[in-house]
C-alpha cells in the first residue's frame, strides 16, 4: 500500500482518475489487521491501494469510523466500506464497485 502525505490526498481527489483509499488510524488495532487483507488483495489484482491517517487528513475525508475504505473518482466518494471481513466478500466488493467500474470507463 502507498501511504500518502496530505498534499498528495489533495492533488489526487481533484484528478479526474479512481482509486480505492484505505483511511486508517496509526492507534486503530482493527486497521493495522485490515491493512493485511488489503495488502492481500493488491497482491491479487495486482494494484495499489492507498492508504492515509484520519488523524492528518480529517478535513479532506469524512468517515464514520476507521478502518474505511473509499472508492473515489474526481474527488467524490463513491463507495464506502467500513467492515474487512470476511476476506471474501472484501475481495468481492473491490471487484464490484472498483475494478468493474475502472474496466468500464465508469460507465
Known amino acids: 500500500m502507498e501511504v500518502l502525505e496530505r498534499e498528495t490526498l489533495?492533488?489526487?481527489?481533484?484528478?479526474e482518475t479512481a482509486f480505492l483509499l484505505f483511511v486508517q488510524s496509526s492507534f486503530c488495532g482493527t486497521c493495522q489487521a485490515a491493512a493485511k487483507v488489503l495488502?492481500?488483495?493488491?497482491?491479487?489484482?495486482?494494484?495499489?491501494?492507498?492508504?492515509?491517517?484520519?488523524?492528518?487528513?480529517s478535513d479532506l475525508i469524512q468517515v464514520?469510523?476507521?478502518?474505511?475504505?473509499?472508492?473515489?473518482?474526481?474527488?467524490?466518494?463513491?463507495?464506502?466500506?467500513?467492515?474487512?471481513?470476511?476476506?471474501?466478500?472484501?475481495?468481492n466488493w473491490?471487484?464490484?464497485?472498483?475494478i468493474s467500474l475502472e474496466n468500464s470507463d465508469f460507465g
Open 10 to 15: 489533495n492533488a489526487k481527489l481533484e484528478e
Open 39 to 57: 495488502q492481500g488483495i493488491e497482491v491479487y489484482y495486482q494494484m495499489t491501494i492507498d492508504t492515509v491517517d484520519i488523524n492528518y487528513v
Open 64 to 91: 464514520q469510523s476507521v478502518p474505511a475504505l473509499l472508492v473515489i473518482n474526481e474527488g467524490e466518494v463513491l463507495h464506502t466500506r467500513y467492515r474487512m471481513s470476511p476476506v471474501n466478500d472484501v475481495i
Open 94 to 98: 473491490v471487484w464490484n464497485t472498483y
